[in-house]
């Protein structure tokens, strides 16, 4: 098989930058359009080989390819490289914990579970950003929490890149490869919403922030779609919605946005988030009963601290409406126990309680909207469709209670 080239980032020359936008589109709509056009086409064989060529993981069964948004990853089982095996099994490459956390393996093989991850082509062109996210999972491992630590290459590098083709099958280009252990464990939107489960999501994210409270680096100061900041930039997305019903919700929250968030926005405490802790990237045990880890730092931004509780607590709402028939908890005491959760980690003050139910609001109404716009881009991805029914009906209960019913009903049970 012919393999694509490879370099490593220390030899990426600067890439070209991009064209730029319209004067008229806002820069984060931008980007967001950009990464539909700029996934990178690769099939499991060539990512089988590329994994074996960069990283020395040689593949004992044919690697899965995983649901994503814009990027592409694929999971693979490969005996350990040589230089890890040397350090022993459970070697460990980002500070204070192992690669597979808790995991116990057969002591008898030393095969492990891998991530291989090849981003999409604007975070590509932005290799600062890729590093950031290494940096950023090395310090929430520091703080003993598990989230992925990126595996060095043949090279000892954290980042590499491979010349792939984008979406449209022509144009070539350097996409950053990254390797990360695999934590086998169940994803939290698989397991029943428990008020005790999911205080410990809260706990488990509220720690997450804690740990990132003092990370800064210049490439998450960035202007971000899926930042709760941004959230006026949604008004040109939406015409993607496909019902009257939904463009009058989605329109109903930007008001409220304005009325309530922004006149607020200086006093509310900015600080480096995940900012994408959903049910999709918080991981449990077998049991269903602990938390163990979190996933995907790709929406890594400097922004309020509030709007990480905002999108946990968004998408809680939403798995407890997967289903035709909601859940028995109620959205009201799903939202008081996450809240508890994180609230007993890091403290929110007056002004964030003011604008949390506003912010839960802005989640769904643009994981709705960009979601809808992300669906009509790249109609074969199933996975963009996973939240958009059980989204809307999330996003029309929330809405049926008004703002300051949600803000009295949270507080006297956190106090």
């Known amino acids: 098989m012919d393999l694509p080239p490879s370099r490593s980032i220390v030899d990426e020359p600067t890439a070209a930058p991009p064209p730029p936008a319209a004067p008229e589109t806002p820069a984060a709509l931008a980007d967001e359009a950009r990464r539909k056009l700029e996934k ?25 390819e995983l649901d994503s948004y814009d990027d592409r990853n694929f999971m693979l089982r490969a005996p350990l490289p040589a230089a890890m095996v040397d350090a022993g099994p459970d070697a460990a490459v980002g500070p204070a914990l192992k690669p597979w956390g808790a995991a116990q393996f057969p002591p008898s093989s030393a095969e492990r579970p891998f991530l291989f991850k090849v981003h999409n082509g604007v975070e590509s062109l932005n290799l600062p950003f890729v590093e950031a996210q290494n940096a950023a ?10 989230c992925p630590s990126a595996l060095p290459s043949a090279k000892g590098n954290l980042v590499e890149t491979a010349e792939l083709a984008l979406a449209d099958g022509k144009t070539v280009r350097a996409h950053a490869v990254r390797c990360l252990p695999f934590l086998p464990a169940r994803l939290q939107g698989d397991v029943p919403p428990t008020p005790a489960l999911l205080r410990k999501v809260g706990a488990y994210v509220g720690r997450v ?7 800064d680096h210049p490439a998450v100061r960035r ?17 993607s919605l496909a019902l009257d019903a939904q463009r009058a919700a989605v329109d109903g929250v930007l008001g409220e946005f304005d009325a309530v968030v922004a ?6 405490r900015m600080a480096t988030i995940h900012g994408d802790a959903n049910d999709q990237n918080v991981l449990v045990d077998e049991a ?6 979190i996933l995907d730092f790709g929406d890594l931004v400097r922004s309020w601290q509030v709007c990480e509780l905002a999108v946990t607590a968004a998408y809680i709402l939403i798995t407890l409406d997967y289903d035709e028939t909601p859940a028995e908890l109620a959205p009201l005491d799903a939202v008081r126990a996450v809240a508890a959760g994180y609230n007993g980690e890091l403290p929110l003050t007056d002004d964030e309680w003011a604008v949390l139910p506003t912010l ?26 996973l939240t958009l029914a059980p989204g809307w009906r999330a996003l029309q209960r ?3 209670t008004p703002h300051d019913d949600w803000a009295l009903g949270l507080r006297p049970y956190i106090d």
């Open 40 to 64: 990178p086409c690769i099939d499991a064989d060539t990512a089988e080989a590329l994994a074996s060529w960069l990283y020395g993981l040689n593949a004992a069964s044919p690697l899965k």
């Open 137 to 146: 999972m090395a310090c929430v491992r520091a703080a003993g929490l598990w």
């Open 209 to 215: 922030d804690v740990a990132l409270s003092s990370f």
């Open 223 to 239: 202007t971000h779609l899926w930042d709760l900041r941004q959230l006026p930039a949604l008004r040109p997305l939406l015409g």
């Open 263 to 268: 006149p607020r926005a200086s006093k509310l």
């Open 288 to 293: 269903g009963e602990e938390v163990v880890g």
């Open 360 to 385: 839960i609001a802005a989640r769904l109404a643009l994981s709705l909207t960009v979601g809808s716009y992300s669906a009509a881009q790249d109609p074969a991805n199933e996975y963009l469709r």
């Open 398 to 400: 929330w809405r049926a």
